[in-house]
């Protein structure tokens, strides 16, 4: 067999967690990885899409948090991209969170944003306090959980038992500790603002997914300049080096197991409306596509299908729909600056989230962000907005071409980008004179592209039975088969980065993860 068809590991899916264990492996342990992506683009939710009139929108990356100057996750990007990425900030107050009869905005300093707490809501201060103080726990609960994922046996052992012992804290619901520091319902919902980043409201979300969000926007917001497909820009060829490859329009049916432990992978390669099927061989296989695909999908029944079984109840029923829009001027004419603004039209995020979404009226919330203000290179005016929505109510199109689903479908979008849009021209009116294009994304182009159960954009979720879940982990009960990305440690771009050092310290020998660790974190750039 040719060494086209044999590498040192080969990777499902070309994600974020995809492209940092592929150039971990590259870099540190000059090993022959092959990446097989089904779309045909590279990136996963990092690559960019562009429409007439030069418009362009990352389909994934709106913001993120901890790579500032000298922060681990800056370490590990400028690793993994050789430090040819980089980040424009965005301004101070990066987040806006806009309520009927108070806008709130978060400085990108935690001492500031908890007095402008306390000087908004006095009676709170102890509550204030507390929470804060809780917020610090759970980052420590989070470096012990990424210490366990990377490592193996007695360490695994040791820091699993560092982390378990904050456990009860971070699987309470976000709602519950919340009623435990405030009683003020106003306070309540301002700082679960940002639940929509992990994709639960508070009654539903583990306090763990919550803190992990306000604690990486702590310092504040950036944007990768040049948008988010530059990631994939700059390590392909570092791959590349070392001698392997990535491969677009290449569909993974099936992970081969033979004796018990992974070896290869049969793929279509896709050509016209058919293709041939090839296999690829290796020693390691890693599924970036998600943890029920891989069980539920790519694993012969036998093998996977009790395990799949087990992550069907954390598929999340509810996802997003995000409305592109391409401007005619300037956003700035009407005073934004690039940060973004989290919409409601109430305190009550729960009523929110099971509203199913923006079909009867009105969205009763929404997020809105623009694009060409984050990026330096921008050449044209963007903006999104993005809405939760059910997926049963486009469910029935499933699996039909988009050029098919008719015109009932398409009222249903213009019907959900009419009412997403009516939020925000409410509270800025003048907005729509803005627009000279507009495209509205569903969980069906999430599901068509990604393979994502129910087009989830955040995984298996958000829930404290998410974490509870022994599956989703790096290590699989299958010898010599990893997960990387959201699945395997936490959601989110920054969860898929840490996934895919874990993942790639399980292939790195004896002590792999600090030896990794050591360093990327010592690199000079």
């Known amino acids: 067999m040719s060494d086209d068809q044999n590498y040192d ?121 507390t929470y804060f103080a809780d917020l610090r726990k759970m980052k420590q609960w989070n470096y012990f959980r990424l210490l366990a994922e990377g490592n193996s046996g007695l360490l695994r052992w040791f820091f699993k038992g560092k982390k378990e012992k904050l456990d009860t804290l971070a699987l309470t619901t976000t709602q519950e500790v919340l009623n435990r520091h405030f009683t003020d319902p106003k306070i309540k919902a301002l700082v679960a603002s940002q639940w929509g980043d992990h994709g639960y409201p508070p009654s539903k979300s583990a306090f763990a997914s919550h803190a992990l969000i306000v604690n990486h926007y702590l310092y504040g917001g950036y944007y990768p300049v040049g948008g988010a497909s530059k990631i994939a820009d700059y390590v392909v060829p570092i791959v590349e080096k070392q001698g392997g490859k990535f491969l677009i329009n290449h569909e993974v049916q099936e992970i081969i197991v033979e004796n018990g432990q992974a070896v290869g992978v049969k793929v279509l390669k896709k050509k016209g409306k058919g293709g041939e099927v090839v296999r690829y061989n290796a020693p390691a296989v890693i599924s970036n596509a998600g943890a029920y ?184 009960p299958i010898k010599n088969l990893y997960l990387t990305g959201a699945d395997a440690f936490i959601f989110g771009i920054g969860g898929a980065l840490i996934a895919g050092v874990a993942t790639a310290a399980h292939l790195s020998g004896r002590f792999g993860f600090f030896r990794n660790w050591k360093t990327i974190m010592a690199e000079k750039r």
Request: proline fraction near 6%; charged fraction near 25%.
């Open 293 to 476: 695909l891989t069980y539920g999908k790519m694993l012969p029944e036998e093998i996977g299908g009790a395990y799949a079984k087990e992550l069907e109840p954390l598929i999340p029923d509810t996802t997003t729909a995000v409305l592109y829009l391409g401007l005619k001027e300037g956003p700035e004419k009407m005073g934004f600056e690039g940060e973004n603004h989290w919409i409601f039209d109430g305190y009550d995020h729960e009523e929110y989230a099971d509203s199913g979404g923006p079909f009867d009226g009105p969205a009763k919330g929404c997020y809105l962000s623009f694009p060409s203000l984050k990026n330096p290179d921008a050449v044209t005016h963007t903006a999104e907005v993005i809405g939760f929505v059910s997926y049963d109510k486009f469910a029935q199109w499933a699996g039909e071409p988009w050029k098919k689903r008719g015109d009932e479908y398409e009222a249903l979008k213009e019907e959900v980008s009419e009412n997403l849009l009516a939020l925000v021209e409410k509270k800025y009116p003048g907005f729509k004179d803005l627009i000279v294009y507009k495209e509205l994304s569903t969980p069906l182009s999430t599901e068509h592209f990604t393979g994502s159960p129910k087009g989830s954009i955040y995984g298996m979720g958000s829930s404290p039975e998410r974490y509870k879940n022994k599956t989703l982990a790096v290590k699989t």
């Open 9 to 129: 590991a080969i990777i499902i899916g070309s994600g974020l967690g995809a492209m940092t264990t592929a150039s971990i492996l590259a870099k540190l342990h000059k090993k022959r990885v092959l990446v097989l992506e089904r779309h045909y683009v590279l990136g996963g939710f990092t690559h960019v899409f562009k429409r007439p009139g030069n418009h362009e929108w990352d389909v994934g990356i709106h913001y993120i948090g901890e790579v500032g100057e000298g922060t681990t996750m800056r370490k590990i990007f400028d690793f993994i991209t050789d430090g040819q990425l980089k980040w424009a900030q965005m301004p101070n107050e990066f987040d806006k969170f806009v309520y009927p009869d108070f806008t709130f905005g978060q400085q990108s300093n935690p001492k500031a944003f908890k007095q402008d707490l306390i000087d908004k809501f006095p009676t709170e201060k102890e509550g204030i306090e």
